[in-house]
């Protein structure tokens, strides 16, 4: 019997999937993240891995876990597998692509407006009795119409956001990318700019590219410095490509009006962390793709990339094709 280890409890779609398939599933449920020490004894007694969440699958677990005949994550972002290190032993990764965009892209959008008009911090101030009396010039936020939404990274997520930003308040679409995206440019009437001129240029700027060498620590303080001071940083792809303490000082110096983020470095992040008292922040414990219908469908997703992998078919989100080929 073909024995998978799940690393969280996942959406019940995606288990009765795997059980009809007739695999015997060991399910970590312990309420702590699994190290991984732990999580490669556990897969040396199974066959296939389902990965919920960001463990770490780095050379060092596939050296040991060079037994595994399929890794299935439940995620679109993999900064966390060593790629190179599974195809070297012909194991085939998969992610889940295009089901979460929608989910995502509405909590950047969340973040534009709650950082836009200090929703959060103007909740807390109601909870410790601030609310006090009418003031016209105070409690003033920043309006999102006809402004320039620049997006780091336009693919799947960021033409979402982007579709959206456009149809609800008109914004103006700038991008940049490693390769241009000719498709989303005439779909969304998006220019592509260099990235000076997306921090120089964009009013809101929202964060939508992989965490990569390239990639990290890319928005430090010498990019917040050329950004607008009205200018609002949104980030939802992965903590890593921000710098937080230049964050932190980017906000307190008003050198930008504020951030919001749905990822942090590291996660979770702690209670006692100044961003969550700084004015015009909202920070969200990494939620864009949790809701009802995008989890059901990751799960569903992980689960049939699974399934394809032990009955010897090619995973449909296949992340290393080159696994498949006779010279590898
Ligand atoms: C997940 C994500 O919630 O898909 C991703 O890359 O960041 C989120 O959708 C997270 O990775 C846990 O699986």
Request: aromatic content about 6%; overall charge neutral.
């Given at each position: 019997?073909?024995?998978?280890?799940?690393?969280?409890?996942?959406?019940?779609?995606?288990?009765?999937?795997?059980?009809?398939?007739?695999?015997?599933?060991?399910?970590?449920?312990?309420?702590?993240?699994?190290?991984?020490?732990?999580?490669?004894?556990?897969?040396?007694?199974?066959?296939?891995?389902?990965?919920?969440?960001?463990?770490?699958?780095?050379?060092?677990?596939?050296?040991?876990?060079?037994?595994?005949?399929?890794?299935?994550?439940?995620?679109?972002?993999?900064?966390?597998?060593?790629?190179?290190?599974?195809?070297?032993?012909?194991?085939?990764?998969?992610?889940?692509?295009?089901?979460?965009?929608?989910?995502?892209?509405?909590?950047?959008?969340?973040?534009?407006?709650?950082?836009?008009?200090?929703?959060?911090?103007?909740?807390?101030?109601?909870?410790?009795?601030?609310?006090?009396?009418?003031?016209?010039?105070?409690?003033?936020?920043?309006?999102?119409?006809?402004?320039?939404?620049?997006?780091?990274?336009?693919?799947?997520?960021?033409?979402?956001?982007?579709?959206?930003?456009?149809?609800?308040?008109?914004?103006?679409?700038?991008?940049?990318?490693?390769?241009?995206?000719?498709?989303?440019?005439?779909?969304?009437?998006?220019?592509?700019?260099?990235?000076?001129?997306?921090?120089?240029?964009?009013?809101?700027?929202?964060?939508?590219?992989?965490?990569?060498?390239?990639?990290?620590?890319?928005?430090?303080?010498?990019?917040?410095?050329?950004?607008?001071?009205?200018?609002?940083?949104?980030?939802?792809?992965?903590?890593?490509?921000?710098?937080?303490?230049?964050?932190?000082?980017?906000?307190?110096?008003?050198?930008?009006?504020?951030?919001?983020?749905?990822?942090?470095?590291?996660?979770?992040?702690?209670?006692?962390?100044?961003?969550?008292?700084?004015?015009?922040?909202?920070?969200?414990?990494?939620?864009?793709?949790?809701?009802?219908?995008?989890?059901?469908?990751?799960?569903?997703?992980?689960?049939?990339?699974?399934?394809?992998?032990?009955?010897?078919?090619?995973?449909?989100?296949?992340?290393?094709?080159?696994?498949?080929?006779?010279?590898h």
């Open positions: 019997m073909i024995k998978v280890l799940i690393t969280r409890k996942i959406p019940q779609r995606g288990i009765q999937l795997l059980e009809e398939a007739g695999y015997k599933l060991t399910i970590y449920t312990e309420k702590r993240s699994l190290p991984q020490k732990e999580l490669i004894e556990l897969c040396k007694n199974n066959d296939a891995l389902l990965s919920a969440g960001s463990n770490k699958l780095n050379a060092h677990f596939f050296e040991e876990c060079s037994h595994l005949k399929a890794v299935a994550l439940m995620s679109v972002g993999y900064d966390n597998v060593d790629i190179e290190a599974a195809t070297s032993y012909k194991i085939p990764v998969s992610n889940t692509p295009d089901v979460l965009s929608n989910a995502t892209s509405d909590v950047a959008f969340l973040l534009m407006l709650a950082v836009s008009r200090n929703a959060f911090q103007m909740h807390k101030r109601i909870e410790r009795g601030g609310w006090s009396f009418f003031e016209p010039t105070a409690n003033l936020g920043i309006e999102l119409k006809g402004k320039t939404l620049g997006v780091f990274g336009l693919g799947r997520i960021g033409v979402e956001l982007a579709k959206k930003a456009k149809a609800a308040y008109d914004m103006n679409v700038i991008y940049h990318n490693r390769n241009r995206n000719t498709e989303a440019e005439e779909i969304l009437d998006a220019k592509y700019v260099s990235f000076d001129q997306l921090l120089s240029e964009s009013d809101v700027l929202s964060v939508h590219a992989n965490l990569s060498n390239e990639t990290k620590n890319l928005f430090n303080g010498s990019a917040f410095e050329k950004m607008k001071r009205s200018a609002l940083f949104i980030n939802t792809a992965r903590g890593g490509l921000h710098n937080e303490a230049d964050l932190i000082n980017a906000i307190q110096d008003k050198t930008i009006w504020g951030a919001g983020l749905d990822v942090t470095n590291p996660e979770p992040m702690d209670k006692d962390n100044p961003l969550l008292n700084l004015p015009n922040v909202c920070v969200l414990p990494h939620i864009g793709s949790a809701t009802e219908e995008t989890r059901d469908k990751m799960a569903v997703m992980a689960a049939d990339n699974l399934i394809a992998a032990l009955s010897n078919k090619v995973m449909p989100q296949i992340i290393n094709r080159e696994v498949y080929s006779s010279n």
